[in-house]
């Protein structure tokens, strides 16, 4: 018996016994960067997202990770349930594996193709009302920070630096790694640039417990609908306007929907319905945090010499139109603020 037949296995013998889920059948499921998934079905026909963590994972923090997302679920955000076990737990171990079991998304994709669209209210309306429900968790409530600590040109330079100086120990001489050693030295340069358009942003600006990691591959959608919000991070405070920006923004998206600026004013719309809290000039300056967040970023440049076995031709795609995506918000920022203005005030 092989090692994924074993592990499916496992599977099947903690579901009945930490569960009370008498699984039909279960498969390996779609793969992620630091567990593996399996997708069950039971006797009555209902589908498990079954996700087995390394033997190195803090289950305590996965526990919070999931204890958020569920907190997020009391405020009618669209989060998978995760099933207790008979102690009331959320992990489960035997066997050598700990593992969570989720109710499976049915019939939804991720944003990885980006928004378009009904699609860009839609998600807007639903992160408004995560960082509405998220602002009352009992991790802290929002609080100001000065507008330096989002984004950091300082230690952005720092980090650039220190890529630059791991790169010229062994430069590179074609392909993505040259172009990441250029592209880090382009970013270098242009930071003084970035440094002036950052000191436009609000003086201070919130911060609160967010998601932690909305990006595309998180984001369920179903039609023009958002079908669930997967994958938390543990409690911490980060900027909403930040993680706004992050999934409305996404470089797929912004270098598909040539109307992305008008797109994005439909999002803000519906995340202030959902989210009057947060103060206009903070989703004003969306699109420049997001401008500002891509231009103090090493990655994935720094995987070129950090870890070369992880630049799958997806990621290298990805690395380039981050960098093109970085381009058009910057390009076009005074158009999306007047854009925002007109909305907002």
């Known amino acids: 018996m092989s090692g994924a037949e074993s592990d499916v296995m496992v599977v099947a013998g903690i579901l009945p016994l930490f569960y009370r889920i008498v699984p039909t059948a279960v498969v390996e499921g779609p793969a992620e960067t630091a567990t593996r998934n399996y997708v069950a079905r039971d ?46 737990d959320l992990i489960a171990a035997a066997g050598g594996m700990a593992v969570s079991v989720a109710a499976f998304v049915e019939n939804a994709e991720t944003a990885e193709g980006g928004l378009s669209g009904a699609r860009w209210a839609a998600v807007g309306e639903t992160v408004g009302r995560l960082h509405r429900s998220l602002a009352c968790h009992p991790a802290g409530p929002p609080r100001r920070v000065p507008a330096r600590e ?45 440094a002036a358009m950052v000191k436009e942003l609000p003086a201070s600006l919130t911060v609160q417990t967010v998601h932690g990691d909305l990006a595309s591959p998180n984001l369920l959608l179903r039609g023009q609908r958002v079908a669930a919000l997967i994958d938390f991070r543990p409690p911490a405070h980060r900027s909403p306007t930040w993680e706004l920006g992050r999934i409305l923004l996404d470089p797929r998206t912004v270098l598909a929907e040539p109307d992305w600026p008008a797109r994005l004013a439909d999002a803000i719309s519906a995340y202030r319905a959902a989210n009057p809290a947060l103060p206009a000039d903070e989703l004003l300056a969306v699109s420049r945090i997001a401008a500002g967040y891509l231009a103090c970023s090493v990655y994935p440049l720094s995987e070129a010499v950090d870890a070369p076995a992880a630049l799958t031709p997806e990621l290298k795609a990805y690395g380039r139109n981050r960098h093109a995506a970085m381009t058009e918000l910057r390009d076009r920022l005074t158009q999306v603020e007047e854009v925002l203005d007109g909305l907002l005030h």
């Open 43 to 88: 006797s009555d026909g209902d589908r498990w997202f079954v996700k087995a963590y390394p033997a190195d994972t803090d289950l305590d923090a996965e526990r919070q990770v999931l204890e958020l997302g569920q907190f997020a679920r009391l405020g009618r955000v669209p989060v998978p349930v995760v099933r207790q076990t008979l102690d009331g």
């Open 150 to 194: 989002v984004c950091d040109v300082k230690r952005a330079r720092q980090r650039l630096e220190r890529l630059l100086s791991r790169f010229a120990k062994k430069p590179p001489v074609s392909g993505f790694p040259a172009w990441a050693q250029e592209t880090a030295a382009r970013r270098l340069d242009a930071l003084p640039a970035v």
